[in-house]
């Protein structure tokens, strides 16, 4: 009952804390269930959010019209095949050939090339190609308009005369959606993580009698609480470094900025979150209830942080909840840092409210799990 | 701890008792579980605790723990104060209670290496025990086993060794036998003797009255007090029965009556189970 939470002197070499650490990873390994989430949801969502949800278009079918016949008509064309959104499957005839194709459902896109193509690009006078697009599918059209863009941007480079260009997309210029989507992912499995499985594993304790059995022990609540979430703090940094290699390998992901600032930075959302989930741990008395409470801060994190919508889309109540949520200013440091290669002199801000937050939370739940404690 | 072990050559009432309350009462709101419990137990006695359910036992075993603060009067365990000095109470108990707080997932030699290094063993000391403890509680060709797949009666044993790998001279025991067979039962009270007789202090509490009847000393309890402490031969006599089960059920018979009685009034005196 009377044991003060004595943090300033704590003494790690000769603490229960090592202990409490070990038997921990011997559990973790032993239980498939967690192991398979900490695994298996990575790779889930990964595969998920990396394949099957594509917010981009790739592999449009195209017919190519090239009135030109000249070794820059032939030019543009490979750039636009090189871009991955068209699959040159056929060369037309004539536009109405094009247009029988387009309305037939088996062509999405086609290229038209001007005879005068090479000769205006030579003399400078700025070449045109037209591009038709199949825009019953506004994302198929989206994405092929912007990837049309690109092409002629590319074309235009080399010291040759402008191609015409509107749209310049910064940053993606692939405009693949799992460069945004991938460092989103660190942060909410992060969350889950460090919420669900921290929660659950301390009311496990509670609910076979351990954690009673442990608190009628010399081990300090220091010790008992630092032995028990620091491994889940360390299987978070080692799942943001599967998902952020892994996001290279097999997506590509720029990997820009500092990690070390990255991974600096991680540390207030990993408190942040080990917090919530002790919170969680001293509210639920089952597993059950662990679980639930958990999911009831996974889905706002999922669906208001801006991980899957652009805030700027929501009514504003929703932008306030999103702006409560640890996740919404982890996002923006992990795109930042990753995507824009933003350094701390643009990240403070979200920063120092990650900081507070951790530390208001984290005392928050010290503080309740120490009175439920004994 | 092997110090208070050796030196108990005569158990001493006052002053030397392993467990000294006074005047304890706790209080969990308007809800009155131990009132007024004065008690002394000597050093390498096997004190039995005994009532029916909600009488308080459970409450002043917490309390003696450290695990509850009491609300009023004071105890002292192993000589420390347990308000005060709850660090030093906890160095010098083994705490066992009815879900026994063993680790199902870890096996019987990590469930016991554990609790030992918590309670600071190392290296060749916390070998040599776990060793002595695996052998006295027949735990031989388990140590390997997960503490989930054991038997009642195996779990019970890996509870106490788990709770005593530290050697400590007060052991509290919370209905350390419920749902065990009976031949695991006898075994399980052997070794309780046995340690007894090297000098460590046990408060057990029981609703086997077999097991009563063969501690040193009993105390029962009603809703909350203190009702009857001796021998089980001078509680039996007191009460004019025939036997400590039989002393028992007056009891209990007693307690209903009241607790009507207390309904009608007000619902003060009620114990709490836990």
């Known amino acids: 009952m009377k044991f003060h939470f004595r943090f300033p002197i704590f003494d790690f070499r000769r603490s229960a804390f090592w202990p409490m650490v070990r038997k921990e990873f011997i559990q973790m390994r032993r239980d498939r269930l967690t192991l398979g989430m900490m695994v298996g949801l990575p790779a889930i969502q990964l595969a998920l959010f990396g394949y099957a949800i594509r917010t981009e278009v790739r592999h449009l079918p195209t017919v190519v019209l090239d009135e030109s016949r000249t070794a820059q008509s032939r030019a543009l064309v490979d750039i636009m095949k090189n871009t991955g959104y068209f699959d040159i499957v056929a060369a037309a005839r004539s536009r109405d050939a094009i247009r029988r194709m387009v309305q037939g459902g088996e062509i999405r896109a086609a290229v038209i090339i001007p005879p005068d193509f090479a000769h205006r690009l030579k003399r400078g006078q700025g070449a045109q190609a037209q591009m038709i697009v199949d825009a019953a599918d506004p994302l198929a059209s989206s994405a092929a308009i912007g990837a049309a863009s690109i092409a002629s941007a590319r074309m235009s480079a080399g010291g040759r005369p402008a191609v015409e260009v509107r749209v310049r997309p910064w940053y993606n210029p692939a405009l693949k959606s799992s460069s945004y989507i991938v460092p989103g992912l660190v942060g909410l499995l992060l969350s889950i993580t460090l919420i669900v499985i921290t929660s659950m594993a301390i009311v496990r304790e509670r609910e076979r009698g351990t954690l009673e059995q442990l608190v009628v022990t010399p081990i300090t609540k220091t010790s008992l609480m630092l032995g028990k979430i620091t491994p889940f703090a360390l299987v978070g940094y080692v799942q943001m470094t599967v998902i952020l290699i892994l996001g290279k390998l097999l997506f590509h992901i720029p990997l820009r900025g500092s990690l070390l600032l990255l991974y600096a930075l991680s540390a207030a959302f990993i408190v942040a979150n080990l917090g919530l989930g002790l919170f969680v741990s001293t509210v639920a008395q089952t597993q059950a209830q662990a679980m639930q409470m958990s999911f009831m801060f996974m889905l706002p994190n999922i669906l208001l942080s801006g991980y899957m919508f652009p805030r700027e889309a929501m009514p504003e109540p929703a932008q306030w909840i999103g702006a409560i949520l640890p996740l919404t200013h982890y996002l923006k440091i992990l795109r930042g840092v990753l995507l824009r290669e933003a350094g701390l002199e643009a990240m403070w801000r979200e920063s120092l409210i990650l900081v507070a937050f951790a530390v208001g939370v984290i005392a928050l739940s010290v503080r309740r799990f120490s009175k439920t404690v004994g | ?274």
Not at chain 2, 6 to 27: F, H, N, Q, Y
Not at chain 2, 59 to 82: E, K, N
Not at chain 2, 147 to 169: D, I, M
Request: charged residues 20%; aromatic residues 6%.
């Open chain 2, 1 to 274: 701890m092997t110090a208070s072990q050796s030196s108990v050559a005569v158990p001493v009432a006052d002053g030397g008792a392993a467990i000294d309350t006074r005047a304890l009462r706790k209080a969990f709101g308007t809800l009155v579980a131990v009132e007024g419990l004065t008690l002394a137990v000597k050093r390498g006695e096997v004190f039995g605790l005994l009532g029916p359910n909600g009488s308080g036992k459970t409450t002043t075993i917490r309390m003696l723990c450290g695990l509850l603060a009491p609300s009023a009067g004071a105890a002292t365990v192993a000589g420390f104060d347990v308000g005060t000095e709850g660090e030093q109470v906890r160095r010098k108990i083994g705490y066992m209670s009815q879900k026994y707080g063993l680790y199902d997932d870890l096996t019987v030699i990590e469930n016991i290496s554990f609790y030992g290094t918590i309670y600071g063993l190392h290296g060749s000391t916390r070998a040599a025990r776990i060793a002595t403890l695996v052998r006295e509680l027949d735990l031989e060709g388990r140590i390997n086993q997960y503490a989930g797949t054991l038997s009642g009666g195996l779990k019970q044993r890996l509870a106490l060794a788990c709770a005593t790998a530290h050697e400590p001279p007060v052991v509290f025991l919370d209905e350390p036998t419920a749902g065990v067979d009976p031949a695991s039962r006898r075994r399980f009270w052997e070794i309780i003797h046995t340690m007894a007789r090297r000098g460590t202090t046990i408060l057990a509490t029981t609703h086997y009255m077999d097991e009563a009847a063969r501690c040193d000393r009993l105390a029962f309890m009603s809703r909350g007090h203190l009702i009857a402490l001796g021998t089980p031969d001078e509680v039996t006599k007191q009460f004019g029965a025939m036997s400590v089960e039989e002393v028992f059920i007056q009891l209990q018979h007693q307690d209903e009556r009241k607790s009507e009685m207390g309904k009608r009034k007000s619902n003060v005196g009620q114990g709490v189970g836990r």
